[in-house]
């Protein structure tokens, strides 16, 4: 079983930044892709990035340019660095981890940390 604990989600002005942290606990050693995903009010869930092992990174378009995804592999953690935050950022903001396969084992998801972005 592996268990994602989210930090770093607080409130915070248009164009200013953030650091959301993931880390990762339990059986970990299945886990190939880490990333992060934020269901806005109204909206559904989507992914904001990812990574894997291999440090391959993947960001959704609106994203792209502010944010960066991080991950420490001896660590288990994986970040998310957020800067020009806009309101439209706003949005409580997952952690997950799957392996590289679902015939390896299930996907994981933290519960999550609020990100409020102030126009």
């Known amino acids: 079983q592996v268990q994602l604990v989210e930090s770093g989600g607080g409130l915070v002005q248009a164009g200013g930044s953030l650091r959301l942290s993931c880390a990762s606990s339990?059986?970990?050693?299945?886990?190939?892709?880490m990333g992060w995903y934020r269901q806005g009010p109204g909206k559904q869930r989507e992914l904001v990035a990812s990574?894997?092992?291999?440090?391959?990174?993947n960001y959704a378009d609106p994203v792209k340019g502010r944010f960066t995804i991080s991950r420490d592999n001896a660590k288990s953690t994986v970040y998310l660095q957020m800067n020009s935050l806009k309101p439209e950022d706003t949005a409580v903001y997952y952690c997950?981890?799957?392996?590289?396969?679902?015939?390896?084992?299930?996907?994981?998801w933290g519960k999550g940390t609020l990100v409020t972005v102030s126009s």
């Open positions: 339990g059986i970990v050693f299945s886990i190939n892709t």
């Open positions: 990574i894997t092992r291999g440090s391959n990174t």
């Open positions: 997950n981890a799957r392996p590289l396969s679902a015939s390896y084992g299930p996907t994981y």
